[in-house]
């Protein structure tokens, strides 16, 4: 079974905090993922990942930025938290060409 | 600007009928389509896909419809089941490589029994 794991389910950071949020998947895939989904909005791609140390921009990459060192970790990382970021944060794993499968989300509250 | 759009935010249908969730996309080098389905506080998990060389793909109940000139997609449930009620995402991708997968605002299917 694939796993997708997101190391928080919930957090609360204040504005103006740097946010690390951080994504394993145990499958050797290639590409990575991070969305945020919000209300009547569904699922933005922040950035994504087709290789180590590779990372392309999604369409609202402003005030976000990630890192891939290995494999199997991409980090999204939040450089001064604002409360327009309070969002559901899903991260998500798939071998080229296949689908995609999603870690179970972190709610994250700026306040 | 949304290059792939579900216009319906929300549909109910009876137990047992058929449950039809539409997607547009704009953007014509998608070449691979696919739809999820979520719960709350959980992700969304893969429900069915189509590559642009098809245009139709049935697996079970499930089965997704491609128009490729229209730019449209369709998920087709038969018969909705009250354990379907969830949100359904559609998504798609271009390249072949599935690396940049754009989604929809979701649809949120209500089964009655």
């Known amino acids: 079974d694939v796993k997708v794991t997101q190391s928080s389910r919930y957090l609360v950071k204040r504005t103006g905090e740097k946010v690390f949020l951080e994504c394993v998947q145990d499958?050797?895939?290639?590409?990575m993922f991070w969305y945020r989904q919000d209300p009547g909005l569904g699922l933005r791609l922040i950035y994504f990942s087709y290789d180590v140390k590779m990372k392309e921009k999604g369409d609202i990459p402003e005030g976000y930025s990630v890192s891939r060192e290995k494999k199997e970790r991409f980090s999204l990382i939040l450089e001064s938290a604002s409360t327009n970021q309070t969002s559901m944060y899903l991260c998500?794993?798939?071998?080229?060409?296949?689908?995609?499968?999603f870690g179970q989300g972190t709610r994250l509250t700026v306040v | 600007d949304q290059q792939v759009k579900q216009n319906s935010p929300s549909l109910s249908v009876q137990e047992g009928r058929i449950s039809i969730l539409n997607c547009d996309y704009t953007?014509?080098?998608?070449?691979?389509f696919l739809w999820y389905k979520k719960y709350p506080a959980e992700g969304p998990t893969f429900l069915i896909s189509i590559s642009s060389i098809k245009d139709k793909n049935e697996d079970g109940r499930f089965t997704v419809f491609l128009n490729k000139s229209a730019k449209h997609l369709s998920l087709h449930i038969v018969p909705s089941q009250p354990g379907d009620s969830a949100v359904y995402f559609c998504a798609a991708s271009a390249g072949g490589n599935n690396n940049d997968m754009r989604f929809g605002a979701g649809t949120r299917l209500t089964v009655k029994p």
């Open positions: 998500a794993s798939s071998a080229q060409g296949a689908e995609a499968f």
């Open positions: 953007n014509s080098m998608f070449d691979y």
């Open positions: 499958m050797d895939h290639e590409n």
